[in-house]
């Protein structure tokens, strides 16, 4: 529903109040060009107290000032002047700056005691009583002034918490994706670098070893069950446990088993894991699984672009860092995706520093490849 204009309604309100002076200037029998010229100037300021409401205290008050100083009386021009003077005060106290508003109460209090000094019989009382007719009106203005601008406040504080609370929601829905992306970029690259290598063993023994085509076949089906079942729990498919189809739990834990998985592969693979019984368990959640995954992808990228090499993982503890070492011995000249322009190494390195750590990969000179990551292993972590 379309909102009424502020300006229409003090017409209409104006317009009203000059009509009710009317009526009780013909009822007292004081319907003089003096009396309506006195009502008018008091009632008509409404049609523009929000427009220029100082002005409308000042030209109301003083029209006020005016009647008292020649031996009129404000209660012989009706309740509609008295009206129209609290409404234009409680409006400049309501809708104007503190110092404006100011004004206008020491120009509406002047008026008043002027007028209460040029009455016939001026008293403390009337002072005091229509001091406080001034006062009130003005000072329920400055609260509701108040008041609206405290609401004010607190809706640009919840607009603001608001907007804040969808770009953490945004923040947090892109940061996520990026984990999964990172999580499933890993299980399938590895996983299906895995498969295509042994089922290009499988190709090349079938015939000549059927025995060994099939143990192959089994290996390359056991590694897709796996690659599923972590997808599933990435996904949100399958909760975690330790009981039969339950999730994987990837983690330095399973380091063993990565290298297996990479010996039936074709890479020989030697891992030396320099840490004391129990440490594996204590180190966070995010480093255990973000060490797991640079070892995954850097044998990979070995098993994918370096036939023929072996490689070397050695992990341990230097100071409150996990030190992780993945060298290999070279093979076949490497793709150059393989050296340092690839997403993977992207990937490495981008989970090394959501972790506080960091990482590096470069060729080294006998024609190998490493990876070394250092990530926090306290606090930091």
């Not at 994706?177 to 299906?192: A, C, I, Q, S």
Request: hydrophobic share 45%; with cysteine; glycine share 10%.
């Amino acid at each position: 529903m379309p909102r009424i204009r502020p300006w229409i309604v003090d017409l209409v309100l104006a317009g009203l109040l000059v009509a009710a002076g009317f009526v009780q200037l013909a009822s007292d029998g004081s319907l003089t060009e003096f009396g309506v010229l006195g009502m008018l100037g008091m009632t008509l300021p409404v049609a523009w107290r929000h427009t220029a409401p100082f002005t409308a205290v000042t030209v109301g008050w003083s029209v006020l000032l005016l009647e008292e100083g020649f031996g009129g009386d404000i209660t012989s021009q009706g309740y509609g002047a008295v009206i129209a003077l609290i409404l234009t005060l409680y409006t400049a106290a309501a809708h104007t700056e503190r110092r404006r508003a100011l004004a206008a109460l020491a120009v509406a209090l002047l008026c008043d005691w002027l007028a209460v000094a040029l009455a016939d019989e001026p008293s403390v009382a009337s002072f005091a009583f229509t001091t406080l007719i001034v006062i009130a009106p003005w000072g329920a203005g400055r609260i509701i002034r108040d008041r609206q601008q405290h609401i004010d406040e607190l809706r640009s504080l919840s607009a603001a918490l608001e907007r804040e609370r969808e770009e953490r929601v945004r923040e947090a829905t892109i940061a996520e994706r990026e984990r999964m992306g990172r999580e499933m970029h890993d299980v399938l690259t590895h996983t299906l670098s895995v498969m295509v290598v042994q089922l290009g063993a499988v190709t090349r023994i079938l015939e000549r070893d059927p025995i060994a085509a099939r143990s192959t076949i089994e290996s390359v089906r056991s590694t897709g069950k796996d690659a599923l079942a972590e997808l599933r729990f990435l996904l949100g498919l399958k909760s975690t446990g330790s009981g039969p189809g339950s999730a994987p739990n990837p983690g330095l834990a399973r380091i063993e088993e990565l290298a297996e998985a990479m010996r039936r592969s074709g890479l020989p693979t030697d891992i030396c894991l320099d840490i004391r019984d129990g440490c594996v368990e204590r180190l966070p959640q995010p480093i255990d699984l973000a060490a797991y995954r640079i070892v995954q992808e850097a044998l990979t990228n070995t098993l994918r672009h370096a036939p023929g090499a072996s490689a070397t993982v050695t992990i341990g503890i230097t100071g409150d860092r996990l030190d992780v070492l993945v060298s290999d011995t070279g093979g076949q000249p490497r793709q150059p995706s393989a050296t340092g322009g690839g997403h993977g190494i992207d990937g490495m390195r981008a989970r090394a520093r959501l972790c506080g750590g960091e990482l590096t990969a470069a060729p080294d000179p006998t024609g190998g490849f490493t990876v070394r990551a250092l990530l926090p292993t306290g606090a930091t972590a």
